[in-house]
């Protein structure tokens, strides 16, 4: 239990360090601010870290941010090192988080349930029931019989 406190904890300190320094301390134009660290997941032993990020934009900003991120990963390593004071720096590796994208699937599947209830709403407005209005046999029903 205590070594996943310490790994959630390095893994809080990676993503403030790495989102702080791309901020401020790295000039790589490829890394402007719509690059953004989502979440950090650092393994039990602490010597790997993923860093999940997602780039406001096209498929071009994409590729140019996850080549700046590999670019800057030596620099961003030695700040997480002097941050955590730790024996061993983790390695970092960066993922595009599928996050933005998974919501914009979501949203469309939405969108095509909104639509499908809108013409079923439309279809049963003015219709009648099949049948009688009641269905159900009474106790009187049953006397006349």
Do not use: C
């Amino acid at each position: 239990m205590a070594d996943n406190a310490r790994a959630k904890k390095l893994a809080d300190l990676i993503r403030e360090v790495v989102a702080e320094k791309l901020q401020r301390g790295i000039k790589d134009p490829r890394l402007g601010t719509h690059v953004t660290i989502t979440d950090t997941r650092v393994t039990g032993d602490l010597r790997e870290a993923t860093v999940f990020y997602t780039v406001y934009g096209d498929d071009e900003d994409r590729a140019s941010a996850a080549a700046g991120l590999q670019s800057a990963k030596g620099i961003l390593r030695s700040a997480v090192g002097a941050a955590a004071g730790t024996k061993f720096t983790p390695t970092l590796t960066f993922v595009p988080d599928a996050l933005p994208e998974n919501a914009k699937t979501i949203e469309d599947l939405l969108d095509k349930a909104r639509e499908s209830d809108a013409k079923v709403r439309e279809a049963s407005s003015g219709a009648a029931y099949a049948g009688e209005p009641d269905p159900y046999r009474k106790p009187e029903d049953e006397a006349s019989e």
